[in-house]
């Protein structure tokens, strides 16, 4: 009875996620459906560089960005230089972007810089922004491929995003494989079963329009996921651009892959903690399209995901054991499902091999994580 009850018990703490996988793999793995250009044209876009002491990467970031294809209509770059210290502004406007400095020690991290530049440049004429994070370089179809989605009557799209170093080490490489399950084959999964895809926080992009609705008011460490929460509140779609990529470097070492891992699943939690409750009641209110966006955040970051399953798996009773043989089948291919779709090779099926040492790096990090679920946890520059 009691390894029954413990069984029971794990199954239902990935249960929601299992059927999340389940959906987005198969969604993922289906034909990709190009959207049609409507009448609309997207005449002004604006790129958005939210930056903080960046003077390392930004003029890189900034010159990937001038070579782009031309699109129909206009761009331009501004990079909003928030609480620096350095020469970030200094080398952003020598690279070709504009600048706008932001001083407020009160106010830190990149939600408030966001929103401050789109207040900034709200009575301009542009129709439409692009974000991306200072340490990005960017395709050189990455204008003109958003500039499509824009004009196919796209109110928010956000971009495929993945590594930019994946050979600088192991833990980067097993980020890349990370991110084509999270930031590809997902959010094509999604797009597939036209859900809203997202927001993964680089390469996203906003109307003016759909600002107006809704302000950029997101202010947790993940503010993106946050922010995403609220547009799906005011049924606004994210559209995926599975056309275009941007890569940032991930940090090599292990400080700064903690701080980074700690801030992303930690304010997950968070949003856990603050959303589910109210997803639950709007969805028992009949408002049926936010069991989408509740699945995803009940699905527990993979590692964690993955060894629950184990735990259910290695329990004597076999109807849960028959459960994490399923799950545990439905993550191999979801993983390969991935790099099947985001290009993966052999050398990323191989460094597979060092999953369960990942897994445990993540378990230790748990403590980390309930931390940086508190609500006042402050935004660190993550250390590359």
């Not at 794990?10 to 409507?38: A, C, H, M, N, V």
């Not at 990455?142 to 799209?157: K, P, Q, R, W, Y």
């Not at 799906?232 to 559209?239: E, Y």
């Not at 790096?361 to 250390?383: H, I, N, S, V």
């Amino acid at each position: 009875m009691f390894w029954m009850i413990l069984g029971i018990i794990f199954s239902l703490l990935t249960l929601f996620g299992t059927i999340e996988l389940l959906l987005l793999t198969i969604g993922g793995l289906l034909p990709y459906r190009q959207r049609k250009t409507d009448n609309s044209t997207c005449q002004h876009i604006a790129v958005i560089i939210p930056a903080h002491n960046e003077e390392n990467g930004i003029s890189a970031c900034v010159q990937s960005l001038l070579v782009c294809d031309q699109p129909q209509g206009q761009y331009s770059i501004y990079v909003i230089a928030d609480n620096c210290t350095d020469n970030t502004a200094e080398l952003a406007k020598k690279a070709g972007a504009n600048v706008i400095v932001r001083h407020n020690p009160d106010e830190r991290g990149k939600g408030y810089a966001l929103d401050y530049a789109f207040q900034q440049l709200e009575n301009t004429n542009i129709d439409a922004f692009l974000i991306i994070d200072a340490d990005t370089i960017v395709e050189q179809n990455f204008i003109t491929a958003c500039e499509m989605v824009f004009n196919s009557g796209a109110d928010a799209l956000q971009c495929r995003y993945t590594v930019h170093n994946p050979e600088a080490s192991l833990r980067t490489h097993l980020m890349h494989i990370a991110l084509l399950a999270f930031n590809v084959l997902r959010p094509r999964g999604r797009d597939r079963w036209n859900l809203s895809v997202g927001i993964s926080g680089n390469g996203f992009g906003l109307t003016k329009q759909t600002l107006q609705q809704v302000p950029y008011s997101a202010r947790s460490v993940v503010e993106d996921l946050e922010y995403h929460l609220k547009l799906v509140q005011a049924d606004i779609k994210v559209n995926f651009v599975d056309a275009t990529t941007v890569r940032a470097d991930m940090p090599t070492g292990k400080k700064g892959t903690d701080t980074q891992r700690t801030r992303w699943e930690g304010g997950r939690f968070r949003m856990i903690r603050e959303y589910v409750p109210y997803l639950l009641s709007s969805i028992f209110k009949g408002q049926l399209r936010l069991i989408e966006p509740l699945l995803e955040l009940l699905l527990l970051p993979l590692a964690l995901h993955v060894f629950l399953l184990l735990l259910t798996l290695a329990l004597p009773f076999y109807l849960t054991q028959i459960y994490a043989l399923i799950g545990l089948t439905i993550v191999f291919i979801h993983v390969f499902g991935a790099l099947w779709v985001g290009g993966g090779t052999w050398k990323d099926v191989a460094v597979l091999a060092s999953v369960p040492f990942y897994i445990l790096w993540k378990l230790m990090l748990m403590p980390r994580l309930l931390k940086a679920a508190r609500k006042d946890m402050e935004w660190k520059r993550t250390e590359r």
